[in-house]
């Protein structure tokens, strides 16, 4: 079963764990604190849109990705109630360039983290720097600081984010934190900001 089959599998089962209902609060603090003003922006495995909404409400112009077609109804449905315009599209961003590119701020949480071989968060990182103009990229991804028993996202050094993201971007700070969750035990994350380089 591929990564995307997975992920649709556990969207149609129900067993989301990280779908809180909510923006993530590492993303809510970062824009607001920067601040990042509002611009085109690109939410990367978007799932059903909590975080691309947030965004829309505050005034950018957002486009959400993701492999699953549940999930994307989901956060149409929300978009829809929140009174909110949001471009929800079906993709994998692996493979393809996004419409709408250049984008000012790319956001993923928990979709580069997914990525167990180097050379596919290395494509990751390339990908993302490809849409973006001069802007900034947000990742939160799982830490491996954390000696967690039992299932949670998968983990990676911060070793493994510097090696992807070089030479695209310069990193403006990677914290470790965690996630924003239900959970009474939030997993440990990395927030990491990083700024496009401009390669001469």
Not at 70 to 78: D, G, N, P
Request: hydrophobic share 35%.
């Amino acid at each position: 079963m591929t990564m995307e089959e997975s992920f649709r599998e556990r969207y149609r089962s129900g067993d989301t764990p990280w779908d809180i209902g909510q923006p993530d609060f590492n993303l809510v603090e970062v824009v607001t604190k920067h601040p990042i003003t509002s611009c085109k922006a690109l939410d990367i495995g978007c799932g059903t849109g909590d975080n691309s909404i947030w965004l829309a409400q505050n005034g950018f112009q957002v486009i959400g990705t993701d492999t699953s077609d549940i999930a994307l109804k989901k956060a149409k449905e929300k978009a829809s109630e929140a009174n909110v315009e949001c471009n929800f599209v079906l993709v994998d961003f692996l493979k393809n360039k996004i419409e709408g590119a250049p984008f000012g701020f790319v956001f993923d949480r928990g979709c580069f983290h997914a990525f167990g071989s180097e050379n596919d968060r290395r494509r990751f990182a390339q990908n993302v720097a490809a849409h973006l103009e001069a802007g900034l990229w947000l990742t939160l991804g799982g830490n491996a600081d954390e000696n967690r028993q039992g299932l949670g996202p998968p983990q990676r050094t911060a070793e493994d984010i510097v090696a992807a993201v070089e030479p695209y971007f310069e990193i403006l700070s990677l914290t470790s934190g965690h996630f924003g969750s239900n959970r009474p035990n939030p997993p440990r994350a990395w927030i990491c900001l990083m700024r496009k380089r401009y390669l001469p």
